[in-house]
């Protein structure tokens, strides 16, 4: 189970962002999937989850609702964060993983938002 994050950058407060993520080594289109991020000093926390197959459902953390869209590819085995109306404080690594069971962590792709 292998997934690669990319897509950050710099960016400065207000603007846009695209995250990918591309999963090998399961199913992908058989499970729910969910982006994570890591604050410099803060515990990873979750950001959005995407059900399996379709992607039908989706669910966001409070603090990015009604900025953030999760979308998933299956074809392309890849998964997406539509990220809009960027903060300071979205600033952090972020990452992918199934839902359950977790595979091993990706090394994550870095997103600054300052000015």
């Known amino acids: 189970v292998q997934f690669v994050e990319s897509g950050g950058g710099l960016v400065q407060p207000g603007g846009s962002l695209t995250l990918s993520c591309v999963a090998s080594?399961?199913?992908?289109?058989?499970?729910?999937m969910s982006w994570y991020r890591q604050a410099p000093g803060k515990e990873r926390e979750w950001v959005a989850l995407i059900s399996s197959y379709g992607g039908g459902s989706t669910n966001y953390a409070g603090s990015v609702k009604g900025r953030f869209t999760i979308s998933r590819d299956n074809a392309k085995n890849t998964m997406y964060l539509q990220m809009n109306s960027l903060k300071p404080e979205d600033t952090a690594v972020y990452y992918c993983?199934?839902?359950?069971?977790?595979?091993?962590w990706g090394q994550g792709t870095q997103v600054t938002v300052s000015s």
């Open positions: 993983n199934r839902q359950f069971p977790a595979g091993s």
């Open positions: 080594g399961f199913t992908f289109s058989s499970y729910v």
